[in-house]
């Protein structure tokens, strides 16, 4: 198949005045029981993603998780390439990263609540793939940072468990 089939429709519909409203955005959020350090932990440690995300197949930050700290990773056999942008320890974190046809904006936020920590993420997509399939594209992120969550819930409560004492 020709690209400019694909690509010629996707350019036109980004010049449409609107078309940048469609983009595919969501936002979650779930209560974990375990504390902010381990949850923190885990999602600053890149190279760490796929020993406790299903959905990650490798990861790898050159350095550490600091602003202008660049990342790839592979997910459902696409390639990304993530740079961080702003981190706020134990509090916020954001980066941006790059995938065939899509641009992301993927935010974090903790904070502690009376029922543990309140961690919500907000991720939205730009380009021409998600301007070309905004449906499939959107539906797809709403999966994602669902799956996301729980997949930090169970491995930070699992975590903090192991740590407890044990009662004989």
Same mark, same amino acid.
């Given at each position: @198949?020709?690209?400019?089939?694909?690509?010629?429709?996707?350019?036109?519909?980004?010049?449409?005045?609107?078309?940048?409203?469609?983009?595919?955005?969501?936002?979650?959020?779930?209560?974990?029981?375990?504390?902010?350090?381990?949850?923190?932990?885990?999602?600053?440690?890149?190279?760490?993603?796929?020993?406790? /995300?299903?959905?990650?197949?490798?990861?790898?930050?050159?350095? &550490?998780?600091?602003?202008?700290?660049?990342?790839?990773?592979? &997910?459902?056999?696409?390639?990304?390439?993530?740079?961080?942008?702003?981190?706020?320890?134990?509090?916020?974190?954001?980066?941006?990263?790059?995938?065939?046809?899509? /641009?992301?904006?993927?935010?974090?936020?903790?904070? @502690?609540?009376?029922?543990?920590?309140?961690?919500?993420?907000?991720?939205?997509?730009?380009?021409?793939?998600?301007?070309?399939?905004?449906?499939? @594209?959107?539906? =797809?992120?709403?999966?994602?940072?669902?799956?996301?969550? /729980?997949?930090? =819930?169970?491995?930070?409560?699992?975590?903090?468990?192991?740590?407890?004492?044990?009662?004989?």
């Amino acid at each position: @198949m020709n690209l400019r089939y694909i690509l010629l429709p996707a350019l036109v519909m980004l010049s449409l005045p609107g078309c940048a409203a469609a983009n595919p955005e969501a936002e979650a959020s779930i209560v974990i029981d375990a504390p902010l350090e381990t949850i923190w932990s885990l999602v600053i440690d890149v190279d760490r993603w796929p020993s406790w /995300n299903p959905a990650i197949e490798d990861a790898q930050i050159k350095g &550490s998780f600091l602003p202008g700290s660049e990342f790839a990773w592979t &997910s459902g056999g696409t390639h990304i390439r993530s740079k961080v942008q702003a981190v706020e320890p134990h509090k916020s974190l954001y980066w941006t990263g790059e995938a065939f046809g899509t /641009n992301a904006i993927h935010s974090w936020d903790f904070a @502690m609540t009376s029922q543990g920590v309140l961690v919500k993420t907000h991720e939205s997509f730009s380009g021409w793939l998600p301007a070309l399939l905004p449906k499939m @594209m959107q539906r =797809k992120l709403d999966e994602t940072l669902a799956a996301l969550l /729980n997949s930090l =819930k169970t491995a930070a409560e699992a975590h903090s468990r192991s740590l407890q004492p044990r009662e004989d």
